[in-house]
């Protein structure tokens, strides 16, 4: 009988023990059931570097605290921080970088989450032209502190009216004195009107190129006469008893400096011309210094013909300036006779002179 109450405690006691350590197991095994409930297992995608990784975090907020990120004002994040995570979720995350942009030489540095060129030139709502050139390409992949550069290329007509000049042409003339030119045809200028192809790089004309030309007004040549004949000069003096005159004649190359219409007078050296006699001082001295001679001296206007400058006289040949007289002005001279006879009978004419300069012709 004893013996059975012993044998039934030692049941009675494993018994505990068994339920014990069943007990045991059970709470083991809630605990890790409610472990594994609290463990997520997620794909974090940091920057386009996938990694699995397991989190006890119940929010994405939370989750990003644990690896020490702080969401910044441009960073990019599939979810909210306040979405509860939830095993096989994927969460990628973007930091925002600095990148350059640089448009048609304008530069500026932005804040970004974006990678691609063509993202981030659309997120700056920056437009591109059919011409434009960007570098690097829009699918290449922007990094840190990168410049993307865009360069505006533009394609326009440009008319452009254009003066034309016209050419000047001479023509010999067999009836005009050598030296001596007439305009026989005023010029004209002409006007095109051009249309160019310019291609603008950034605003600025970089090539030029020409597409036609359309004339609007024709234009004329300047046509001048030349003279090419030769000049004869007669050389005459006469005194005045009637004399027979000398005719000598001369022929060569002569080119006028400048060709006048002149009142021409004539003088003496006697006191009805100049108011002195034979034998009075400076009687027939010039105003050169010279003495008067006939077939030679004219008196002049200094500031027309130069004095001892040559000229020729229409009809009466070379003569040399070397007088002057208080009423010789402007295009007018006196021609010197030896005669106050010839002189006064000379009267008032007009000539033709051809001013030479301060040589004179063979």
């Known amino acids: 009988m004893k013996q ?16 014990t350590a069943v007990a045991i197991l059970v709470l083991l095994s809630l605990a890790l059931l409610v472990n594994s409930l609290q463990t997520k297992k997620i794909t974090f995608i940091n920057d386009g570097r996938a990694m699995a990784v397991t989190t006890k975090a119940e929010t994405l907020g939370e989750f990003l605290a644990e690896k020490g990120i702080k969401l910044g004002k441009f960073d990019e994040l599939n979810f909210g921080l306040e979405t509860a995570l939830a095993d096989g979720m994927k969460v990628n995350y973007i930091p925002g970088r600095k990148v350059n942009i640089n448009i048609a030489g304008q530069k500026k540095q932005i804040m970004t989450a974006k ?27 922007v990094k840190e502190n990168q410049t993307v550069t865009v360069t505006r290329i533009a394609k326009k007509t440009v008319n452009k009216e254009k003066t ?50 359309k004339k609007l007004r024709d234009w004329k040549d300047h046509i001048v006469a ?4 030769r000049m004869t000069a007669v050389s005459r003096s006469a005194d005045s008893t009637g004399r027979a005159s000398r005719v000598a004649k001369v022929e060569g190359d002569i080119n006028a400096r400048k060709t006048l219409r002149v009142k ?50 229409e009809g009466y040949g070379f003569r040399k300036a070397e007088d002057t007289g208080g009423a010789i002005k402007g295009n007018r001279m006196d021609l010197f006779f030896a005669s106050e006879r010839e002189a006064q009978n000379f009267g008032v004419q007009t000539k033709t002179v051809h001013v030479i300069g301060p040589n004179k012709p063979n």
């Not at 063509?118 to 390409?137: H, R, W, Y």
């Not at 042409?169 to 095109?192: A, F």
């Open 115 to 141: 990678r691609q060129v063509k993202d981030i030139l659309a997120e700056q709502n920056i437009v591109l032209g059919p011409m434009d050139k960007v570098d690097p390409a829009l699918n290449q992949t």
């Open 264 to 313: 021409m007078t004539a003088y003496s050296p006697h006191a009805a011309s100049t108011g002195k006699n034979p034998g009075d001082e400076g009687y027939a001295v010039t105003a050169s210094g010279a003495t008067a001679k006939e077939g030679r001296t004219i008196a002049v206007d200094p500031s027309v013909v130069p004095l001892g400058w040559w000229v020729y006289i």
């Open 164 to 213: 034309v000049a016209f050419n000047t042409k001479e023509r010999k003339d067999s009836t005009m004195l050598q030296g001596q030119q007439k305009v026989i045809q005023q010029g004209q200028k002409g006007k095109v009107l051009e249309r160019y192809e310019v291609v603008y790089i950034n605003g600025k004309p970089a090539s030029k190129k020409l597409v036609d030309t």
């Open 4 to 19: 059975n109450h012993i044998q039934s405690g030692f049941w009675k006691g494993r018994s505990w023990i068994l339920l």
């Open 226 to 229: 030349v003279g090419t004949a």
